[in-house]
């Protein structure tokens, strides 16, 4: 790879980093006019971006609403990307179905923890929040993904999960997929009494928790 | 609700010196709440905001690390505590400094109930109705409709009340010359059970009935407190109240009323009421004469609620062809825009920052707040509630010190406060999480997470205000008018609101109006007449609700306008 293009796959980064929203499309764009592969972009300039975002907020270096901007500023540039990886037939590292459990309406965690997922190469099927155990089951059956993601941010909801789990086992679905939990008020010990294989305590560690898991 | 001698203690409240019964194993702050001592605490007793401060005389109990990196030691040895952060275990006695004034702490210390009848009543005709609004008012109650009150014969007075999710306020007005006779607030005890309404409304679901009862009686006894506050600084005599407007989210009104608000809950989001309600005040358990007529203002959906429709009638939206916006800073940021024919509204969830109650040095509007900072001569100069000391920040000073601190360059345009190693000021001390800015001594100073906190709010409401117009299909150039209200304290300085972006730039050119709290402003001037009552029927009925929590677009500009920078 030439300089140029390095230099590239750094503008980029560097625009997920400071969540340059009006400029990342155009950078992306160009990138792509250069001649750079979408994968390459993905996993050289998006991927790293992110993982930096993720160990920052973890350091207490980067908070929440900066979280938000870069995520949002990664995403910007997947909608470019995502169309191409597809043509090019490029599978993604993994799929996740993702939700905020029933009778919870949190959505910023879940939201980022969808979005670090998606900048570590995994493709994402949000179901958004307050879903039910049928509509879980319903997305494992229509996308047979790797992993369902589940989020619940009160003590009052997170005793959900296990339903959520009880039905994935009842459609005889809970031995092909892992089931990875987080929010709040849970921990470790939580997810291991419901039955879940995986606890994250934020959303840099979900992702990484996820590419751990999947062996990336 | 007898506790048997064997779980039960007695504690002695000062100043009053009453001695109450009280629960071992319930945190002293739930306690006070319980019982209807007001402290200054603003979390709900989370051990969030460290202000919940009361003095135990005997015995002290041992501090708690937090209470050790908070407080002095001449403090600790004073048996200064949090409330929030100890167990009652024994009998004692706890001083409760008063926070705004000494007539707040002489709540009723019993425990006030509805009258048995209505709650029966109440949850018959109106729980799990579950209809559509019909855009009319209906009366609640054996007795007929309360008529119209005539000032001569049935009270001079007329109240309007706020019953918002972090703060109560009130007013009350002469009917005949109109004219304000006095404004309290205080903080809404539910928040003992969360700061947010779905929070809350979770509670409720655990128990329903038993719930929704204890969220009836929190609610009531902090409007006591603040009609106790009113009759005082007023000078006259509740006795004299003969009608009563009352408004508030949609949760808020169900609680008033002893409603379940569980339906709100949960998709999709049908209030168990919405018009609006008449009925006689012996029948509201307000402790006001029995014949005064109580108006309960409709709302326009689960989200949007009474306070908006005052809000809209107050700032007299819908009545140019021109676009017009009214933006209502509180715990949900509600939005109503008049397009010039139509008049769309929704509301964000905020959170309670805007009211400065989960802000470290936030406090409410009451003296030692202080509510307007400005720049002068490049250094940041404030202005105090009640002119003394300052001892925190109200909603309005907190946005004001966040755009000065923006201006000077304290705050970074993501909101990271500038690294101490380059800090000139000397104002920056802490770095990462625990970096803060000092405002005042070392009493007031915003931190990392007070700045976060109001990113997410001000993200919130603005993203609301871009996804409504793009609805709308309008522009920013298009609105001739923006009216920004909320119990903020003071008005916010227009020119900050663009510095931080809560108003995009583009608006500078509309008319930009701080009308305050039109909550309470609009709801006491739709009782003016029966026809100008009617017109808030008319705006319930014209009001097309949106929910943004679906629309894709929110969450793109709600990202984008974490940003403290003018866009």
Known sequence: MNDTKRERLAGIQQAVLAGDMDGIQDLVTAALAAGLEPDTILSEALTPAMAIVGDDYEKGERFVPEMLISAETMKMALEILHPLLKEDGIAPVGVVVIGTVEGDLHDIGKDLVAMMLEGAGFRVENLGVDVSPAAFVEAVRTHRPNFVAMSALLTTTMVNMQAIIEALCEAGLRDDIRVIVGGAPLSQEFADRIGADGFAADAASAARLAKTLIGA | MNPSACDAVRIRILPSGTTVTAKIGESVYEFLVRVGVDTAGVCGGAGLC?????????????????????????????????????????NTAIYVPAISDPSLQRMPVTTPSAPPRLEALRLDALAGRHQEPQGRPYWLGSSPCPPWPDPSNTGSIRLALDIGTTSLAGQLIDAASRRVLANAATANPQSLYGADVMTRIRFVQQDVRAHTHEMHRLVHQGIAAVLIELERRAGASLLDVGHVAIVGNPTMLHLVLGVSPVSLGRSPYQPAFAD??????????????????????????????????????????????????????????????????????????????FEAASISCGMRAVDGAIDRVILHGGEPTYSVIGGGTPRGL???????????????????????????????????????????????DDTVTLTQRDIRELQLAKGAVRAGFDTLLAHAGLHVGDLRRIAIAGALGSNPEPAHLFEIGLLPAEAESAEIEAPGNTACLGAARLLESPRQLEQADHIARAAHAMNLGTDPTFRRAFARHMALRRQ
């Not at chain 2, 401060?53 to 200064?80: N, Y």
């Not at chain 2, 505590?81 to 009652?88: M, N």
């Not at chain 2, 006001?288 to 203002?297: K, M, T, V």
Request: charged letters at 20%.
């Open chain 2, 50 to 90: 460290h202000k919940c401060l009361v003095r135990f005389l005997d015995p002290k109990p041992t501090p708690c690390p937090e209470e050790t990196a908070h407080l002095t030691s001449a403090q600790l040895a004073q048996g200064w505590r949090l409330a929030c952060r100890h167990i009652v275990q024994t």
């Open chain 2, 276 to 353: 609006r309600i008449v009925l006689r005040a012996e029948e509201s358990g307000l402790p006001i004469r029995s014949d005064a007529r109580i108006d309960i203002l409709p709302g326009i959906s689960g989200f949007v609620g009474a306070d908006l429709i005052a809000g809209i009638y107050a700032v007299r939206l819908c009545q140019q062809h021109e676009p017009e916006l009214l933006i209502d800073l509180g715990t949900n940021g509600e939005l109503a825009l008049w397009t010039g024919r139509e008049l769309l509204v929704t509301s964000t969830a905020a959170g309670p920052a």
């Open chain 2, 394 to 440: 109200c909603g309005s000073g907190l946005v004001d010190a966040i755009a000065v601190c923006r201006h000077l360059g304290l705050i970074g345009p993501h909101g990271r406060i500038l690294h101490v190693a380059e800090d000139r000021s000397g104002r920056v001390v802490g770095s990462g999480q625990d970096a803060r800015i000092v405002l005042v």
